[in-house]
């Protein structure tokens, strides 16, 4: 089963940039899509982006977009959020999931295991 570590959050003012990373353990991390979400305090988790196992293909949450870009390293098995024009409201707890095969759902539920997660705090 992958394991899943993040790193790179931290405290940014807004308007400035933060470069999320997640390493995972195991072979087959080619064969999963990989996500990231979010919790802000009092919040759900929720959706952030995705990309599909080659990478070819990516997905973003509307309020993201534009902003944020998923990418990743299959030959390291990484996967990283680059995260510009931050905004207070981008302060949350981020994550990253595994989903066995093609993306299929952007929800949080059809997604697993999870990292730790990693604290991203924008301040005004």
């Known amino acids: 089963q992958v394991q899943l570590v993040e790193s790179g959050g931290g405290l940014v003012q807004a308007g400035g940039s933060l470069r999320l990373s997640c390493a995972a353990s195991?072979?087959?991390?080619?064969?999963?899509?990989m996500g990231w979400f979010r919790q802000a305090p009092g919040k759900e988790r929720e959706f952030v982006a995705a990309?599909?196992?080659?990478?070819?293909?990516?997905y973003y949450a509307d309020s993201v977009k534009g902003r944020f870009t998923i990418s990743r390293d299959n030959a390291k098995n990484t996967v990283a959020l680059e995260m510009n024009s931050l905004k207070p409201e981008d302060t949350a707890v981020y994550y990253c999931?595994?989903?066995?095969?093609?993306?299929?759902?952007?929800?949080?539920?059809?997604?697993?295991?999870w990292g730790q997660g990693t604290q991203v705090t924008v301040s005004s």
């Open positions: 990309i599909s196992r080659s990478g070819g293909h990516t």
């Open positions: 999931a595994t989903r066995l095969g093609v993306v299929g759902s952007l929800h949080p539920a059809d997604f697993g295991p």
């Open positions: 195991g072979r087959t991390f080619s064969s999963y899509a």
